[in-house]
Structure formats: C-alpha cells, structure tokens
C-alpha cells in the first residue's frame, strides 16, 4: 500500500520522514555538479537558508535568498495571511532580496543570478510559485535542479504551478528524487519534496 493509502492521523506516531536538512544537503551536492548558483524562495526566518549555506562547499556559488518577509499574502491550509511574517535574517555568505516575488524578481536581478543550479522553492502558493518559475526559465540550463518543499499542500498549489509552467514553457525535466513529509502549514495530507532537473538536446 503506498502511503497515498494512509491518513496523516494513522502515519504522524509511526512513520519517519527524512528530515529537511537530509533533503536540502543531497540537493546541494546535486548542485555542485551543475554550473550557476543557488535561490532560494520563501526564506523566513533563514533556517532552510543557513542548511544551503553551511552545505554548499562550491567558492564560486552564490546563495540568494529571495522573500517579502511580510508573511502570507494569501490564507495558505490553516495558516493566514502574515503567517511567516519576521525580520529578514542576517547570512553571511547569502544574498537577501527582499519584496513579493513579483517586485523583487527583475531582469537586473536576472543578470546578476546570470545561471541557476537549484532553486529550492518554498513559496506554498500557486500565484507565488508560478511567478518564481516564470522568472526562473531563462536562467536554466540543462541539469538545473528545482526542489519544491510542499508539492502537495493545501490544492496542490505546487505540483499545478510546475505542471502549468511545463505546459507553458515546454521545457522538460525528470524527477531525480523525492522525499515524503509531514503536512505543511497545519494541513492534513502527506507531502513530498521532489527534486527535478531540465533536461536539453545539448547534453
């Protein structure tokens, strides 16, 4: 039976997940092969940022780490509008952009960035998400990788935004990995964090 089959009730005392570290440092070696820098989306109060920080063993790889800090725009599984609302973290090492996705993501930005070999993407909305991976597109290459953190959550806002991405964009990707987790934001159902990378004719 596949874990599809089980509520989070009957798994939450009995199953263990592999904790977010585990998957953000697996990605980050990933990443080490590929040419371009690491973003992040959705930073809060930097834990997840600092996890990419501390695995990145690459000199010549940047960190940026993107979000509004103002919290929720949008009521997200139980979680309301301004949850995840702080200050944004001091990184050494990482880059901060601060503003809603669709302000702080420019073509400056864009040139600055130049590649993308992950982005770690926890923005839980569709809207937020599918902005992300709009901006994103010019920046991968063949073997970039895109790790989402709540694919399924509350109406699989992740999971409709790539698949709607993909059908816009027509770039192709494989799933490397994928990693179940406990509901996000209060929710219910059992989430996964897959890992894809584009794939291209160059290769």
Sequence with gaps: MSSQGFSWEHLSDRALFPPK??????SVAMAAR???HIMEFG?????STRMLRRASKCADQRIFACDSFRGLSEKFENAEVGTFACQPPKIRGVE???????????????SRVGRVALASLD?????STVCVLRWLTPLLGTGSLLLFDEF?????SEKRAFEDWQRETGIRTILVAEFLR?????GTTID?????????DEL
Excluded: C, H, M, N
Aim: aromatic content about 12%.
């Design 21 to 26: 570290q585990f998957v953000l440092e697996f």
């Design 43 to 47: 930073v809060a109060e930097g834990k």
């Design 192 to 200: 996964k964090r897959p890992l894809f990378q584009v794939i291209g």
């Design 152 to 156: 399924l959550g509350e109406k699989e």
């Design 96 to 110: 901060i952009v601060e503003g809603y996705f669709e302000d702080s993501l420019t073509p400056e930005l864009a």
């Design 182 to 186: 406990e509901p996000s934001a209060g």
């Design 34 to 36: 590929v040419p371009g």
């Design 123 to 127: 923005a839980d909305l569709y809207s």
